[in-house]
């Protein structure tokens, strides 16, 4: 069973701080990292994907992969209450699969 | 139009109706996925199809039948439906093989929040 785990939270940051969202997958050989973000009510949208070990970085996001700990991360730098939202992890594994695990995602509340 | 769209937006249907949800994608990808998200819920994914062909199919009830009739097509036929299945109906669309960077993004449509009275 391939399995992509992160914290439900919330996680509860102020205004202006940095939210840092974990995951971490079971399958050693996973591929590709990809960070979505919905909104309530809304679809997921795509926010961050990486697919090598390090950091990678699009404005006050930064996605961090680390394949030896099987771990990936996203940080939201100078967080803003439009940031608050769902954040799902999701991880397309070893062998060619195409078809991605999500995790159950995690709830950030940034407060005024 | 671009990206991919879903029809209808709402549904409210009693559990003797039968109704179907579509969704179309404008990306040119081969693969299309239906996922079905509850209230404080993960993503759950129903069915996957590929170049038209189901390729996964995660033990949803038969009361849900997919249909995908060609690559930018796909249907969620409904019938008999619980109560327990209103939820939000999402549709996604990908490249439909690994490609190992971007070609894995899956495109979501905006859904369909079901209620079966």
């Known amino acids: 069973q391939k399995e992509v785990e992160q914290n439900s939270g919330p996680l509860s940051v102020p205004e202006g701080a940095i939210a840092s969202l974990n995951c971490t997958y079971s399958?050693?050989?996973?591929?590709?990292f990809f960070w979505y973000r919905q909104y309530s009510g809304k679809s997921p949208e795509l926010i961050m994907s990486?697919?090598?070990?390090g950091d990678k970085e699009d404005g006050r996001f930064t996605a961090q992969l680390n394949k030896a700990s099987q771990y990936v991360s996203l940080l939201i730098r100078d967080s803003q209450p439009s940031d608050s939202a769902t954040y799902l992890c999701a991880v397309n594994h070893a062998g060619g699969s195409y078809i991605p695990t999500f995790g159950r995602g995690t709830s950030l509340i940034v407060h005024p | 139009e671009t990206g991919v769209t879903q029809t209808p937006r709402h549904l409210v249907m009693g559990m003797t109706n039968k109704k179907s949800l579509k969704c179309e994608q404008h990306?040119?990808?081969?693969?299309m996925y239906w996922y079905k998200q509850s209230a404080k819920k993960p993503l759950e994914l129903m069915f996957v199809y590929s170049l038209e062909e189901r390729v996964e199919n995660n033990s949803v009830p038969s009361r849900f039948s997919p249909e995908c009739p060609n690559s930018s097509h796909l249907f969620l036929h409904l019938h008999t439906l619980q109560p327990e299945d209103s939820a939000l109906y999402l549709c996604?669309?990908?490249?439909?093989?690994?490609?190992?960077?971007?070609?894995?993004?899956?495109?979501f449509g905006a859904g369909t929040r079901l209620s079966v009275l």
């Open positions: 996604a669309s990908s490249q439909g093989f690994s490609t190992g960077d971007i070609g894995d993004i899956q495109y």
């Open positions: 990306l040119g990808h081969n693969a």
């Open positions: 990486i697919y090598s070990n």
């Open positions: 399958d050693r050989g996973s591929q590709s």
